[in-house]
């Protein structure tokens, strides 16, 4: 039979030749299957799957049959899920990951490497817009607000543009709930009646020679858009801060040129590499000051007054300077707290 089909040399007879290879034919390629082929497959093997279990369990209560129908019933439904999945829908899987392993940190650092202790924390409203105010240390990093906002959930940080610029560290501040220190930003904040975390110094990072002596607070954005909204006004001092990064002198132009408004230089930066960005382990304290009701002295008109403004700037930074001198008194040591 084969010399047949290869005899006599006619061309057209060959080329209806097929190639046999283990018994099947080498056809053309089937093309990658769809995924709309795929879904349903998928379908179909998770009926198949159930059909065999029920039949296995004869459709009884026991133990073992359940605890498989389980496990297959997650499974298959986890795959079912999957594959509805859109890249939208990825997206957001990533950023509570990324949400929950950021709060993760902030936690640890929290309890375990400062052992944060918060004082006055009822002084907060517990809903309503507040504006909470705080001292600000010599490291380039708004820990002080990030520590406020474990004690406060629902408070929101206040960044500056230059770190809310940068596309990683400004991504994982995002996801601790930091947002721009736009005014028109934060005035949306209020207006939903949510908290903000302020740190309104001027001269930041502060040299290790002035710490815990408040600077200047600029313009007073703070203030005008408390009197504007009718926001309370809360300060919160931050002792231990402002010992984690001890700055011995500030590099203004290389760090203009990194993107940074100054490259601070401490007793472990630049000497110990990366190892000298981690933090040192102060014991924290946190101490929470009487609102100031500013809706009760001013009404919102009061926040075109640059004079009224820089007043209440003024005021807010003197209960602040007074209560981190109260927290300075009451601290017992630098490390062991």
């Known amino acids: 039979m084969a010399g047949e089909g290869t005899g006599g040399g006619d061309e057209r ?23 709309r082929d795929v879904a349903r497959r998928l379908g179909a093997l998770e009926r198949r799957v159930e059909q ?9 209560p026991g133990a073992s049959g359940d605890l498989v129908r389980f496990v297959a019933d997650e499974v298959l439904g986890a795959v079912a899920r999957a594959r509805r999945l859109t890249a939208r829908d990825l997206g957001t899987a990533f950023d509570d990951l990324g949400g929950e392993l950021t709060d993760a940190i902030l936690e640890g650092l929290y309890r ?30 708004p820990y002080e607000a990030l520590m406020v906002r474990v004690a406060v959930r629902r408070a929101h940080p206040l960044l ?26 934060v005035r949306r904040r209020l207006a939903r009646g949510e908290a903000v975390i302020a740190s309104p110094e001027t001269n930041h990072p502060k040299p290790f ?12 954005a ?14 919160v001092a931050v002792i231990g801060a402002e010992e984690v990064h001890p700055v011995l002198a500030r590099l203004d132009l290389p760090g203009r040129f990194l993107g940074l408004p100054t490259l601070p230089i401490t007793p472990t930066f630049p000497w110990l590499g990366l190892l000298g960005l981690v933090p040192l382990p102060t014991k924290w304290s946190l101490l929470f000051g009487e609102p100031l009701d500013v809706a009760a002295r001013h ?11 820089a007043r209440l700037r003024d005021q807010v930074r003197e209960r602040l300077q007074a209560l981190v001198l109260e927290g300075l008194r009451r601290r017992r040591a630098l490390f062991r707290g």
């Open 112 to 141: 375990y490497w400062w052992r944060v202790e918060p004082m006055g924390l009822d002084r907060v409203p517990a809903t309503g817009r507040v504006i909470l105010v705080a001292n600000r240390g010599g490291a380039l990093l």
């Open 160 to 185: 500056d543009d230059w770190i809310g610029d940068l596309p990683l560290l400004g991504t994982v501040l995002g996801h601790a709930g930091a947002v721009r220190a736009a005014p028109a930003t």
């Open 52 to 60: 065999a279990l029920a039949a296995a369990s004869g459709g009884g």
């Open 222 to 235: 703070f203030a005008r858009l408390a009197i504007e909204t009718g926001t309370p006004i809360v300060p």
């Open 13 to 35: 007879g060959r080329a209806r030749l097929k190639v046999y290879r283990g018994g099947r034919a080498r056809a053309e390629r089937p093309r990658p299957s769809s995924p």
């Open 299 to 309: 009404p919102a008109s009061d926040a075109s007054d640059a004079a009224l403004v």
């Open 209 to 220: 020679r002035e710490r815990y002596r408040l600077g200047r607070f600029g313009r007073g």
